[in-house]
């Protein structure tokens, strides 16, 4: 036994990142041939795909930033030019890295090296860290410590200061064998007496879908084999994803509510494999719960499922389903002839996902089909109906929101004299209800009112954002201010009369306005100034500042010399613009 247990030793004392109990399964350069390479997604399913150990390729941006990326051509995995190295990391993330594989990838980013490590620790996997830059070793070295993983990653690469500053580093060559397949039992013995790790290669090799190779190789007594096919791969060391797979539809069709939900989502990671009818089959299911997660499962499924899938659920008994159908058709951007059926629907719930779904959807939707639903009786749907119309009939919608709108805050504001009038302490919970109701449609309707553009819907915007604050309808003119900041540089005189207003939650929601307007409204807020209104003249006299103006200075140093209340403003407000542009006058 002692004698068995130092051979076991001895076999994996230099292994690096293999570890003992089975055969390990190494993934080159994350699943990329399941999906775009690099990607958190794509370790991500390596990782789901049973890969123990996973390449990645670390490059660093002009920032500073460490990114995954194997080559720096941007033209080969993005839809940018240049070169990783010469770009700046945000530059890099306004690019897709992912449709250049196929357009069900698209909209992937790139990755954080960071973000990776977290990632792999989440799904407890280790990592080959290929270092295509020379010097990244301190920067690698922090991050790893700082996410708990300096002693789960071997190094490869241009990896030299690694082992200058961490010399218990080890390489993918340390303590371990790479063979080519075709390596035989008497082979492997013989390294495993040298007290050697062997890892047959897979790999840009010609072999990469040999199952075949990858069985008797495993056969052999391989340690551990690396490949670009981590399905195949997990076949061959004996744990085939489709047993997973089972496992967890197992799960999904039976038992507690919470956990079938688990399942469903799980599942849903796993990436083009044939589950689109067993999702369709649990989005009809009773527990809406459920059935959302099937909804989900389907929305983020790649490829994408045709609206056949939903052809069931569509036309099920059970409102929940319809209105799951719905929404996942509409984040699916289904044609929007798809759904008008529903619109048909007596269930208010089902109105309201269709709705907000035919927002989204590309194709023709009259007007005379959406303004009625603006008046529904169910205070959901008129707030979906809104946003429908806004997206869909924009010219019907600047009519008949902002009138619809001003009903629902009359509504809401009898409830509120209704309860004063009985003198209770609380509000009963069907009032209560009526007026989260209320408000919730109200911030839909705001939501709508924000999608239409030009004078008119500014002119409703305005309207809402400095009249005076009453009740939860408060939150309509909270909203309209916010959506007015790039809006209000057209015609700042609003806003700047607003500085005035008496009501306090008012001037300041306009003095905020103008500072984060930018600086097309400040012309006009200098001449507030001089206004003599002194409310205004303090708020216009901090606006400036905030801003950074500097053609304010000379009016600014003018009341700072008068010794007036306004002068330690006005000195204050000097040393703020001053600061922000040291070289102005």
């Not at 995995?77 to 010469?86: I, M, P, Q, Y």
């Not at 990776?116 to 920067?139: F, N, T």
């Not at 009501?503 to 097309?520: F, I, N, Q, S, T």
Request: proline letters at 4%; aromatic letters at 6%.
């Amino acid at each position: 036994m002692v004698l068995l247990l130092a051979l076991f030793v001895a076999r994996f004392a230099h292994a690096g990142v293999l570890l003992p109990g089975g055969v390990q399964l190494l993934c080159h350069r994350t699943a990329n041939e399941d999906l775009p390479e690099n990607t958190l997604e794509s370790l991500d399913q390596a990782a789901l795909l049973g890969c123990n150990v996973v390449e990645i390729d670390l490059r660093r941006t002009l920032d500073g930033k460490i990114v995954l990326n194997h080559d720096g051509i941007m033209e080969r995995l993005t839809d940018g030019v240049g070169d990783a190295e010469t770009s700046y990391y945000g530059d890099l993330q306004l690019r897709d890295a992912g449709s250049w594989m196929g357009e069900r990838f698209e909209n992937m980013h790139m990755t954080l090296f960071q973000d990776a490590l977290q990632l792999a620790r989440e799904r407890d996997i280790r990592l080959v860290l290929d270092m295509k830059d020379k010097g990244l070793g301190p920067d690698v070295l922090q991050t790893l410590e700082r996410e708990g993983m300096l002693q789960r990653v071997q190094f490869n690469g241009e990896w030299e200061d690694v082992k200058k500053l961490y010399p218990a580093a080890t390489d993918v060559g340390d303590g371990t064998v790479w063979v080519q397949p075709g390596v035989t039992e008497d082979q492997v013995r013989q390294y495993h007496r040298q007290g050697k790790a062997v890892v047959a290669n897979f790999s840009a090799n010609h072999h990469e879908m040999d199952l075949a190779g990858m069985k008797a190789a495993v056969a052999a007594g391989v340690d551990g084999i690396n490949v670009d096919y981590p399905r195949l791969g997990a076949d061959a060391v004996g744990r085939p994803v489709e047993r997973r797979l089972h496992e967890l539809t197992l799960k999904a069709d039976s038992g507690d509510g919470r956990a079938r939900v688990a399942a469903i989502l799980e599942l849903s990671r796993y990436s083009a494999f044939p589950l689109q009818g067993s999702f369709a089959h649990w989005l009809l299911d009773a527990d809406d719960h459920v059935s959302r997660a099937a909804a989900l499962a389907l929305v983020t499924a790649r490829p994408r499922p045709p609206v056949s899938v939903f052809t069931a659920a569509l036309q099920s008994r059970n409102a929940d389903a319809r209105a799951n159908a719905a929404w996942a058709l509409g984040m699916l951007h289904a044609p929007a002839n798809a759904l008008l059926p529903l619109l048909r629907d007596q269930d208010p719930h089902v109105l309201q996902s269709a709705l907000l779904a035919l927002a989204r959807a590309p194709g023709d939707v009259s007007a005379g089909t959406l303004l009625p639903l603006l008046s529904y009786d169910d205070a959901a749907v008129r707030g979906a109906a809104a946003v429908a119309l806004a997206r869909r009939q924009p010219e019907a919608a600047i009519k008949a929101i902002p009138a619809q709108l001003q009903r629902e805050v009359v509504f809401e504001q009898a409830i509120h004299d209704g309860h004063e009038r009985r003198g209770t302490p609380k509000f009963t919970q069907p009032e209560i209800d009526a007026i989260m109701k209320s408000f919730k449609c109200q911030m839909e309707m705001m939501r709508a009112l924000a999608m239409l553009q030009g004078k008119d819907s500014t002119r409703e915007l305005v309207e809402l954002a400095f009249r005076p604050d009453e009740g939860l309808s408060s939150y309509d003119g909270i909203v309209a201010g916010f959506q007015l900041w790039d809006r209000i540089g057209a015609d700042a005189a609003p806003a700047v009369q607003a500085l005035g207003s008496t009501d306090p939650e008012v001037a300041d929601r306009a003095e905020w306005m103008l500072v984060k307007a930018g600086p097309a409204v400040l012309p006009q807020v200098r001449k507030a100034l001089d206004s003599d209104n002194q409310d205004v003249r303090r708020r216009a006299m901090r606006i400036v500042a905030w801003q950074g103006d500097t053609e304010s200075l000379a009016t600014l140093q003018a009341i700072q010399k008068t010794g007036t209340a306004n002068a330690a403003l006005a000195t204050w407000a000097i040393e703020k613009i001053q600061t922000l542009d040291p070289n102005g006058k």
